[in-house]
């Protein structure tokens, strides 16, 4: 039977994940952060040339860009698991899915960068001002509202990066509205999640299995095909 794309079936969806799923995904998520710290502290604390420095914050950048995609694999593997059995090779991301998602990070970060360079340039006054709120929200609103439901189709469509950007304006053109509140729920969530670290740690996996969910759900609804994710869910 078909099904619309619905925020509440999302959120539903996305808990009984993560509670099926809860020690599998509390000890990849404790991993992950760990890993993060550990190689942070090296970069920042233990080297002291620029040149190693610089080394250093590239390979953090891939290193976590690497953890990240992993873990939208291992969603989707939990998502799918009723269907077959998967191994710890099926969540590794390959070095197409790796290398779109850094070009595409890279490509919007510099264009955000230049542009606001660009108009810091203007002179002061009210034209300079709007267009710098303007920018800003702009890019901020892509990285938050597109940007996850391109690293969706990356990871699970093996799109490039450019391919993943129109792929993800039109899924979501359809359901704008529904998309967009929740956003807003998951910009709540991550408000009152950053209050402590112990709540990052819980908020950051769910949030991103939420987004996950809404891509499939959303993809589902743009194909008009029975729904299997809601039905065994």
């Known amino acids: 039977m078909y099904h619309p794309f619905s925020v509440t079936e999302t959120l539903r969806i996305s808990w009984s994940v993560l509670k099926k799923n809860f020690s599998t995904i ?11 710290v550990v190689f942070g502290f090296v970069i920042y604390n ?14 953090l950048l891939v290193g976590i860009s690497f953890i990240f995609l992993a873990f939208i ?13 998967f191994e710890f090779g099926d969540i590794i991301p390959t070095i197409k899915m790796l290398l ?22 203007l002179d002061e006054g009210i034209l300079q001002n709007l267009l710098g709120i ?22 699970d469509d093996e799109s490039g990066p450019f391919e993943s950007v129109s792929q993800s304006f039109e899924l979501i053109k359809g359901n704008f509205l529904k998309y967009f509140l929740l956003f807003i729920i998951i910009e709540g969530m991550v408000f009152v999640g950053s209050v402590t670290v112990i709540g990052m740690l819980f908020v950051i996996p769910f949030v991103n299995i939420i987004l996950v969910v809404a891509y499939r759900k959303l993809v589902y609804s743009h194909l008009d095909v029975d729904d299997d994710l809601t039905e065994t869910l």
């Open 26 to 36: 509390a000890v990849y998520s404790l991993l992950a952060f760990l890993t993060g």
């Open 46 to 59: 233990l080297l002291t040339d620029s040149i190693l420095t610089s080394i250093g914050v590239v390979v």
């Open 73 to 85: 694999k291992l969603v989707f593997q939990l998502m799918d698991k009723e269907y077959y059995d």
């Open 100 to 121: 779109s998602y850094l070009i595409l990070l890279v490509i919007v970060s510099s264009l955000a960068v230049f542009m606001t360079n660009l108009i810091k340039r």
């Open 134 to 155: 303007f920018v800003g929200v702009f890019f901020q609103f892509f990285f938050l509202f597109y940007f996850p439901v391109c690293t969706c189709f990356i990871v």
